[in-house]
């Protein structure tokens, strides 16, 4: 097929500028579909680890609580090889909770530190931290206590963390900086919980 000037012309700039760009164009796409392979790759891992992880969370929860050594295995389990989903700090709080039953406070406290740090969830998180913080009270780490009340939280456990926080400063003396606790817990516990009328009596307690 024969072309004209102009036509030939525009096919040996093309020829020119694929010589010169083809093989950055060809190495940019190539880049793509390996990047893009990788992403779908890494999207059905994730999911097969989610669905794998809800299985056994699932097996986790309906274990006997009096079976602390299927819970510790099972709890590991996806503490250590589901680390990135939901479930693992869920059980961490469930093998927290069986420890400390089993007045294994020292295995419980290490737990709920893992969730505290790891848990992908804030709520989680938030939860793992008053337990935690109210074993140290009870063991009467009262520094250990607040410092943990102290620090950044999810805000829907507010309530919880002041009541707490008041609790602690009571047993160190501390009657005003209680009240103080108590007043902030009541202005952001849940006005019909069953919680409130719980702070309440310890406020007025405080005279």
Do not use: C
């Not at 680890?49 to 309906?62: D, G, H, N, R």
């Not at 590991?76 to 990135?84: C, H, I, R, T, W």
């Not at 420890?99 to 893992?114: E, G, H, R």
Request: proline residues 1%; without cysteine; negative net charge.
């Amino acid at each position: 097929m024969a072309y004209d000037l102009e036509e030939q012309e525009q096919i040996d700039e093309l020829k020119a500028w694929w010589k010169q760009n083809g093989k950055m164009i060809s190495t940019l796409v190539i880049g793509v579909l390996v990047a893009y392979s990788a992403y779908q790759g890494w999207h059905y891992f994730q999911n097969k680890q989610a669905v794998e992880a809800s299985t056994q969370y699932q097996e986790l929860s309906i274990t006997d609580e009096k079976d602390l050594k299927s819970i510790q295995t099972k709890s590991a389990v996806l503490m250590d090889k589901f680390a990135g989903t939901p479930y693992a700090g869920r059980a961490a709080l469930f093998a927290a909770k069986a420890n400390y039953q089993a007045n294994d406070a020292k295995s419980a406290k290490a737990q709920l530190d893992w969730a505290i740090k790891n848990a992908k969830e804030t709520s989680v998180s938030a939860l793992a931290s008053l337990q935690l913080a109210n074993i140290l009270a009870e063991e009467k780490d009262f520094e250990g206590a607040l410092n943990l009340l102290n620090a950044p939280h999810d805000a829907g456990f507010d309530g919880l963390f002041a009541d707490l926080k008041g609790d602690v400063l009571v047993s160190l003396g501390k009657s005003a900086e209680a009240k103080t606790a108590y007043q902030e817990a009541l202005a952001k516990l849940d006005q019909h919980g069953k919680f409130r009328a719980l702070t309440q009596q310890k406020l007025e307690a405080l005279g």
